[in-house]
């Protein structure tokens, strides 16, 4: 058995390093600098342009436009969500037809424009007119509205599958293994085994995924859908104002912030028993 004789003297804390101002830090804070004041000008834009007319004359409307983007990205996002899995499975799958159809899919919706898109359900669907009213879903592609969530939601389908896919495969194989061996069917250590841990990688992509939607949703207020940026364009025509649009970014901003940080306490939630 060993004991200490002496004691240690109390030993000053250590000196603290100062950093060095390198070209670097230095262009930072500058950088940092110019963000703050232009910041304060905005602010002091909104403040001194103020009219409390143009809110209650138009700020009903912008919140039924803002109820509009969130119902479409909703509903989009859901959708997508159901869509994305079986194209996942079909990416994954041994079958070179699935596996070519689901590739091609994802490779048109990823590589194109969601504007392009959206045109081609909106403007081109328009030729099969009476083919759609045939087959009686010509009232669903008639519809502004509704081409814009059908648009909306084959796109990010095919980004939620791709996330999808990559989470699924980081998983490690030896846990198929590991459930094999305990006579566990396939379909069970798919759902209960492989499915869970997939979606905990998945979960900062599928939140980088909705924000990029709900940026992207804008693009509807072409197609006479008066979401957010449709009703801020139908005020500016009113007033010529340009604190309309920037009272639209203050929303999307606003909207990105509250998700940012509902997603960042959701994967706390669910990542919380893996951190020790």
Known sequence: MSYAETLIPPQPAPREVIKPMTPARMAGYILVAIWAVLAALLVISVINGWDSEKFIRYG???????WITLSLVFISVICGAILSLPLAMARMSNNRVL?????????????????????????GLGVFRPQLEAVGIWWFFREAWYCGLFAMTINT????????????????????????????????????????QAFIVALRPYGNEIILLIKGSAVVAIITVLDLMGETRYAFSRTFDYQTYLWAAIFYLTIVEALRHLWAWFERRLTRHLKR
């Open 60 to 66: 009903p409307r912008y919140l039924h436009g803002l």
């Open 157 to 196: 389908a095919a980004y939620q599958a791709e996330i999808l896919r990559g989470a699924i495969e980081s998983v490690p194989h030896g846990q198929r293994e590991a459930a094999a061996a305990l006579g566990i069917h396939n379909s069970i250590a798919f759902r209960k085994i492989i499915l869970p």
């Open 99 to 123: 596996n070519a159809l689901a590739y091609g899919y994802i490779y048109f919706f990823r590589g194109t424009p969601l504007l392009a898109q959206l045109f081609l359900v909106y403007y």
